[in-house]
């Protein structure tokens, strides 16, 4: 008996040991072992990029890469986002990843997570916050994508006549403003261009597919759609087409769309969408480095802008498209 209550009580110092030795956790970051990461996302399913964007969110942050990603779809509500954030606070996450569906509204929820000692990831869109409050940003320049769209509208039109319709994203993201404002710009310093309609379809095919049909009813000059992602795009071309209107190439209503999905190349070699702007969406990679750089003790940089080019109708080719990865 006696030898057996000194088995314990070795056993038991032994164990105490053990947890002195075993580094403690640091704020925000994980035990060594499994990092959990709260990627609190716009609207999972809302179009083919958040699709892609989602996807390379969890093949970065997956189980097997030692990342317990829980995802939090917002459904593009932007309160819901702002909530989605305070349970990964409550939750004690290590690490909060955000693509914001609307750039207002954070600081309060930042400031809470950085008394929490959580850091936290800027994706894809950036928000009307103090920089203090995250820990950095990754994602796309707007502005300079609408200014690659506006740019080859001025060389494909020229001096004629440009009557544009702008279905424009989600209002108060940041892809919607930078997008919107460098149309708005080029419109004031091309007097040749006028802009005949401007309405969110909220990323939506069916949306956009609805306002451009009625647009085509109260307009017949129309010859410029200004559409911010392919699946606004896509919704304008079928109902410029059910009017029996010629779309794309050199002669139809031009066509100008972002993100530049694999779907929407195709359309653009097949000459239905004159330009399309890329909009990267493959961010999962640059988040787990980032992450593996913060538990390594090393700071990220501040802002970075991904690499994005455009593709136009008559340069495309099948071997471009090929060579992608989304
Ligand atoms: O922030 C990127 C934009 O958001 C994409 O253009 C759009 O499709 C998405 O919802």
């Known amino acids: ?25 640091t704020d925000g970051g994980s035990d060594g072992g499994t990092i959990t990461v709260g990627f609190a996302q716009c609207k999972a399913d809302e179009s083919d ?14 189980a097997e890469n030692g990342y317990n990603m829980i995802l939090a779809d917002a459904n593009n509500d932007a309160a ?19 693509a914001a569906v609307n750039m207002d509204g954070w600081d309060t929820v930042l400031k809470n997570a950085q008394d929490a000692g959580i850091p936290v990831i800027l994706v894809d869109r950036t928000v009307n916050a103090s920089e203090d409050l995250y820990t950095c940003w990754v994602g796309s320049g707007f502005k300079e994508e609408g200014v690659k769209a506006t740019d080859w509208l001025a060389s494909h039109f020229g001096d004629a006549e440009v009557n544009i ?50 647009w085509i009813q109260q307009h017949d000059n129309i010859n410029c759609v200004y559409a911010e992602n392919d699946n606004m795009a896509d919704g304008a071309i079928q109902a410029l087409q ?10 139809g209503v031009a ?3 972002f993100d530049a ?26 988040v787990a480095e980032i992450i593996q750089m913060l538990e390594n003790g090393e700071q990220p940089a501040k802002s970075e802008v991904v690499e994005e080019s455009a593709f136009f109708y008559n340069t495309i080719t099948q071997e471009i498209i090929d060579a992608r990865a989304y």
């Open 255 to 257: 066509i100008i769309s």
């Open 242 to 251: 059910e009017a029996g209107i010629e779309v794309g190439g050199d002669n």
């Open 261 to 286: 999905n694999r779907a929407y190349l195709e359309m653009t070699l097949a000459g239905l969408i004159n330009c399309n702007v890329e909009c990267n969406p493959l961010h999962g990679p640059k």
């Open 165 to 214: 319709v702008n279905l424009q994203g989600q209002l108060g993201s940041s892809a919607q403003v930078g997008r919107s404002e460098a149309l708005v710009e080029a419109v004031e310093a091309n007097d040749n261009w006028t802009l005949l309609e401007q309405q969110t379809a909220d990323w939506s095919t069916d949306t956009a597919k609805e306002i451009m049909t009625t």
């Open 49 to 62: 990029w958040r699709k892609a964007n989602t996807i390379s969110m969890q093949e970065a942050l997956s």
């Open 1 to 25: 008996m006696k030898k057996l209550v000194t088995a314990v009580l070795l056993a038991a110092m032994l164990l105490s040991l053990a947890a002195c030795a075993t580094p403690q956790t």
């Open 80 to 98: 819901k986002q702002v909530a989605d954030v305070q349970g990964f606070i409550d939750q004690e996450v290590d690490y909060i990843v955000i």
